[in-house]
């Protein structure tokens, strides 16, 4: 069976007016697209479909050291333990415990779930700006969870000139007991 591919972006245009590359990819012909254009089209298809691999509700207890390290007002350093019940829906995984969310657009990515949040927030009542970085990676096969909370505190309104505050808060642990988690 062959199967004609219509013209897309990077097809040479003596392609696009009736000329073929004759390339033969397996029992497919491609007819005007080399390999590296399918392949590149192939990968950006396909990368939709690796989302839809997470559950659409998944809920976890997760346990471990939480490491806090702050830079602004003082040099300061020193680890906890904790346990946190995490809760993925819709793509979103949110701190149950803490009533906070924790990442958006949540992906499966090479066996870990992979997800970010970027935050800015004015508080008028302290005239302050709070800026915030989440970074979320939970291994599928394992349960092992690195979360990763940066914050910078910044005096007025927009996160402009020297912050105020500066701390990095670090999750090491597993969720499950280490087993995997879907």
Not at 35 to 44: E, I, R, Y
Not at 163 to 176: A, N, Y
């Amino acid at each position: 069976m062959v199967y004609r591919v219509p013209a897309l972006a990077g097809v040479s245009r003596e392609a696009r007016k009736g000329g073929s590359t004759g390339e033969s990819f397996g029992c497919l012909r491609f007819v005007g697209i080399n390999s590296a254009t399918l392949l590149l089209a192939l990968m950006n298809w396909s990368l939709p479909l690796l989302a839809d691999d997470l559950p659409s509700d998944l809920s976890l207890y997760c346990e471990g050291t939480l490491n806090t390290r702050t830079v602004l007002p003082k040099l300061e350093a020193y680890d906890e333990q904790f346990n946190i019940t995490l809760r993925l829906n819709d793509r979103v995984l949110t701190n149950v415990t803490d009533n906070m969310v924790m990442g958006r657009d949540c992906i499966l990515n090479i066996g870990d779930v992979d997800c970010k949040l970027d935050a800015t927030r004015y508080y008028k009542e302290f005239n302050s700006t709070m800026v915030q970085h989440f970074l979320v990676l939970l291994t599928r096969k394992t349960g092992e969870l690195y979360l990763l909370l940066q914050t910078k505190h910044f005096d007025g309104q927009g996160a402009s000139g020297s912050p105020t505050f500066d701390g990095k808060l670090e999750w090491r642990g597993v969720c499950d007991k280490g087993k995997s988690i879907f």
